[in-house]
């Protein structure tokens, strides 16, 4: 167990909906990244919040957001749903903004149909 | 071109047997190179980290880095079927946030 949750762990919706992904980082650390695994494209990154700031940005499409609560907590918000967002999203988090470790939750499931 | 690649394998290999698994990348910023392993349905799981050329060994698991060929190895002795998964390399930037992965091999280890 790496100490970082996210939920839920399934998500079955339609083309066309938003859905909201939760993560809640390791006790201590300050920065939640966020993952896209698609069997095609492999684990890619999306985002990176660090206390609450966003600090870079991948390969993530504006129909994509995501925040960081002050309790450190992110949210990934996914609209305008495609049957190409299907995939598992993770996060990890990691102690400081830069070059640290990062610890990777189980993952949400989403399933867009 | 991809900036790592991986064999996705699948690898089979039988109980006992030296695993190796290895990983190329193209850009010569990466300064940081990682293993993580995956199970079917679970986040990944840091195996191994290092930030030099050389060998680091960890119990079972030996990680090596070259990088004037930019190639990385991850070495599984005495394999068991538990570490029957996928494993995944990543690398990053020095000073970078991004985790630039491989697609990842799936190891199976028979009995």
């Known amino acids: 167990d790496s100490g970082v949750t996210q939920t839920p762990k399934h998500l079955i919706t339609a083309t066309g909906q938003r859905v909201t992904l939760r993560c809640s980082p390791r006790?201590?650390?300050?920065?939640v990244y966020w993952y896209q695994q698609s069997l095609d494209q492999g684990l890619q990154f999306l985002i990176q919040?660090?206390?609450?700031?966003?600090?870079a940005k991948g390969n993530i499409l504006e129909r994509f957001s995501a925040q960081q609560f002050p309790d450190l907590h992110s949210e990934l918000n996914l609209s305008s749903l495609e049957l190409g967002d299907s995939a598992l999203y993770f996060c990890?988090?990691?102690?400081?903004?830069?070059?640290?470790?990062?610890?990777f939750g189980p993952g949400t499931r989403l399933t867009v149909l | 071109q991809k900036e790592v690649e991986q064999d996705p394998g699948p690898l089979s290999v039988p109980e006992g047997a030296i695993v190796s698994l290895n990983c190329t990348y193209s850009?010569?910023?990466?300064?940081?190179f990682m293993w993580y392993r995956q199970y079917s349905r679970k986040g990944p799981e840091l195996l191994m980290y290092?930030?030099?050329?050389g060998n680091k060994e960890d119990g079972r698991f030996t990680a090596q880095v070259d990088k004037s060929s930019k190639y990385i190895s991850l070495f599984i002795r005495d394999s068991q079927p538990s570490d029957s998964a996928t494993y995944l390399c990543?690398?990053?930037?020095?000073?970078?946030?991004?985790?630039?992965f491989g697609t990842g091999t799936q190891l199976k280890v028979e009995l």
């Open positions: 850009n010569s910023a990466f300064q940081y």
């Open positions: 290092t930030y030099s050329s």
């Open positions: 990890a988090s990691g102690r400081a903004g830069g070059s640290d470790t990062q610890y």
């Open positions: 006790s201590g650390d300050l920065s």
């Open positions: 919040y660090y206390n609450g700031e966003e600090r």
């Open positions: 990543a690398i990053r930037a020095g000073g970078g946030n991004k985790l630039t």
